[in-house]
């Protein structure tokens, strides 16, 4: 077994994509599921990769490019689902992507899309960061679900670009993009509302600060830069950290302490999986949660949620 091979062999993926994979084949393609496939259970949780690539490549040979990309319409018929919930809950196509981005950081997954946002239109190339590089269904089933995601979102006339075989450079373009309004089902806008935040060691009552809390909670998964907080507070960068310092706190604290506030929340009042709860709070992943975490509380969210139960 040559080292790339044993790579391939151990490589994890999210058991979401494919969950996608299985019961899209289970509805339209039941023939192509030969043997024993198990249905996975968790939108985070690792599956084997090999198994998505194999059964991906079986529906590539037997129906086509257009059914792997069709794969991803699949997500408009599921519930609610806290993964796909942040991911939609974006304000435009391209902070749905860096989500998407960061989302596969959080699988471990070795596979990656650097996404390029242009007008109306984001460019994509799906590699391996070692090891093998995607196969082209694999390239193909993001391509789709990119698809399906961006009309989910508010985009119309959405069409797909595969580019050549194996198809690692795409791009999606729409006509039009009007956001929709996202449901807020476990009411997080409310907690944030009546709980402050300086029990996590910010004091919001600074008049920028309010300001800074409403804007990042309609949507605590986005990856906001300042340059970006302060073009939606109609300030300079250099303005909106000075006015900041001057009421004692940073963009940075206050981020943290946001996600610190609705991880507790979200460990104390749902059932999500630890890794959706740090997915959802804005973590750049699983080990960056705990870290992060445990610096404010002194206890990993394992033991917090045990402990608050």
Request: charged share 25%; hydrophobic share 40%; glycine share 6%.
């Amino acid at each position: 077994m040559t080292p790339d091979d044993a790579i391939a062999e151990k490589d994890k993926t999210s058991s979401g994509l494919l969950a996608l994979v299985i019961s899209t084949l289970a509805s339209n393609a039941p023939e192509l599921l030969t043997g024993t496939v198990e249905m996975p259970d968790c939108a985070l949780a690792h599956a084997p990769a090999k198994l998505k690539r194999d059964l991906l490549m079986r529906a590539y040979e037997a129906r086509g490019a257009d059914f792997i990309l069709g794969m991803g319409q699949r997500i408009k018929e599921i519930g609610f689902d806290p993964v796909m919930h942040v991911l939609l809950r974006s304000a435009a196509p391209e902070v749905m992507a860096a989500k998407f981005q960061r989302f596969e950081q959080f699988t471990h997954s070795r596979h990656r899309s650097e996404i390029e946002a242009r007008d109306r239109c984001l460019a994509v190339r799906h590699h391996a960061v070692s090891g093998p590089p995607p196969s082209g269904p694999e390239n193909l089933l993001i391509a789709g679900l990119l698809k399906a995601m961006l009309e989910v979102l508010g985009c119309e006339g959405v069409s797909v670009d595969a580019g050549d075989a194996p198809h690692d450079r795409f791009a999606l373009s729409w006509q039009s993009f009007q956001p929709r309004e996202v449901a807020d089902p476990l009411g997080m806008a409310e907690k944030r509302r009546i709980e402050p935040l300086r029990v996590y060691g910010v004091d919001e009552t600074g008049p920028l600060a309010r300001r800074v809390v409403r804007l990042l909670a309609e949507d605590l998964g986005r990856n906001w830069s300042a340059g970006e907080m302060a073009r939606e507070l109609a300030l300079s960068t250099r303005t909106l950290q000075r006015r900041l310092s001057e009421e004692g706190t940073s963009l940075s604290v206050i981020v943290k302490a946001m996600r610190v506030r609705e991880a507790c929340q979200l460990l104390t009042d749902s059932d999500f999986k630890i890794t959706e709860i740090g997915y959802w709070c804005g973590f750049s992943d699983s080990p960056h949660f705990s870290r992060e975490f445990r610096r404010a509380l002194g206890v990993p969210p394992a033991l917090y949620r045990k402990t608050a139960a």
